[in-house]
Nanobody, 125 residues
Framework: QVQLVESGGGLVQAGDSLRLSCAAS????????LGWFRQAPGKERTFVAA????????YYADAVKGRFTISRDNAKNAMYLQMNSLKPEDTAVYYC??????????????????WGQGTQVTVSS
């Protein structure tokens, strides 16, 4: 069992930065691939970024590539999403998730096994 808790969301202006954190419990944390997803009102949950179990490989959605950076610290059971140059279209609830596919970079929600409760990010223009 893994429990995930996101933090760091908030209200910012376009062009600002935010850093989201995801704190995890569970001794097998380091064996999981991790990902960030987001869901805007009335829309489906979409993939943002993923990192493999060791933190060496990452993958990003085209919409955030070059602006967002995913990272993890297995010693702290934590994952992060550094978001720069935020745009109004980045407004959404952001979720962290973990996947048993530790060596991969899963991008579909159904490839993930555990989810956090989400943190709201609102970017004003």
């Amino acid at each position: 069992q893994v429990q995930l808790v996101e933090s760091g969301g908030g209200l910012v202006q376009a062009g600002d930065s935010l850093r989201l954190s995801c704190a995890a419990s569970g001794r097998t944390f380091r064996s999981f691939a991790l990902g960030w997803f987001r869901q805007a009102p009335g829309k489906e949950r979409t993939f943002v970024a993923a990192v493999d179990w060791g933190g060496r490989s990452t993958y990003y959605a085209d919409a955030v590539k070059g602006r967002f950076t995913i990272s993890r610290d297995n010693a702290k059971n934590a994952m992060y999403l550094q978001m720069n140059s935020l745009k109004p279209e980045d407004t959404a609830v952001y979720y962290c998730a973990s996947s048993y596919e530790g060596m991969g970079l899963p991008i579909r929600p159904d490839e993930y096994d555990y989810w956090g409760q989400g943190t709201q990010v609102t970017v004003s223009s």
